[in-house]
């Protein structure tokens, strides 16, 4: 079963970076396809992009596009997020994810997630 | 503004049967499969439903899901008090080439 785990809380100043983890336990992160979702304080969930299986590269939401970076260390089985040029609107939970993405024989997209890391707090503010 | 849409919030009684629309369009449920996201507050949200209809083992049965055309609906039957919860449907966006949820919805089992 594989388990996420996502590093603390972070506040942050407006302009600046911030990198949130995801360790991977009971597998491998090169063998699972990860995704970053984000939620606003009392907002609904925002995926911000993930590897894609069909194309073999990471992909990006357009809103996120040039600001946000996907990386995964192999040798530590842990996944990053990095988010460049933080605004107030960047405070938010941002979760890891695993998902499932294929296209069926009628090329219909399956696509789910499962399991979720923890959330992490990003704050963002002056 | 999300791309699907899931009505702010549903109520019922204990015991009774809710259920919970997500629409979208011809580019996302018209065209791949939907999955259904329980969120308990202060949680990480938890897959519920996936592939229209599939339950991931620990769902119980009283959780059902289903899709026609362009919207996907969420049921649940034998209501309790532990399910109040924010509920979000997701799919993939062909259009868009994106993920997309709806904005969720807010069940109070009163």
């Known amino acids: 079963q594989v388990h996420l785990v996502q590093s603390g809380a972070e506040v942050k100043k407006p302009g600046a970076s911030v990198k949130v983890s995801c360790k991977i336990s009971?597998?491998?992160?090169?063998?699972?396809?990860m995704h970053w979702v984000r939620q606003a304080p009392g907002k609904g969930l925002e995926w911000m992009g993930g590897?894609?299986?069909?194309?073999?590269?990471?992909v990006y939401t357009q809103k996120f596009q040039g600001r946000v970076t996907m990386t995964e260390d192999i040798s530590t089985d842990t996944a990053y997020m990095e988010l460049s040029s933080l605004r107030s609107d960047d405070t938010a939970v941002y979760y890891c994810?695993?998902?499932?993405?294929?296209?069926?024989?009628?090329?219909?997209?399956?696509?789910?997630?499962?399991?979720w890391g923890q959330g992490t707090l990003v704050t963002v503010t002056s | 503004q999300s791309v699907l849409t899931q009505p702010p919030s549903v109520s019922a009684a204990p015991g009774q049967k809710v259920t919970i629309s997500c629409s979208g369009s011809s580019a996302n449920i018209g065209k791949n499969y939907v999955s259904w996201y329980q969120q308990f507050p202060g949680t990480a949200p938890k897959l519920l439903i996936y592939e229209n209809k599939r339950r991931p083992s620990g769902t119980p049965d009283r959780f059902s899901g289903s899709k026609s055309g362009t919207s996907a609906t969420l049921a649940i039957s034998g209501l309790q008090t532990g399910d109040e919860a924010d509920y979000y449907c997701g799919t993939w966006d062909s259009g868009l080439s994106a993920g997309v949820f709806g904005g969720g919805t807010k069940l109070t089992v009163l």
């Open positions: 009971e597998y491998t992160v090169s063998k699972l396809s």
């Open positions: 590897f894609d299986p069909e194309d073999g590269e990471t």
């Open positions: 994810t695993t998902g499932v993405q294929y296209y069926d024989n009628s090329g219909s997209r399956v696509y789910w997630f499962d399991p």
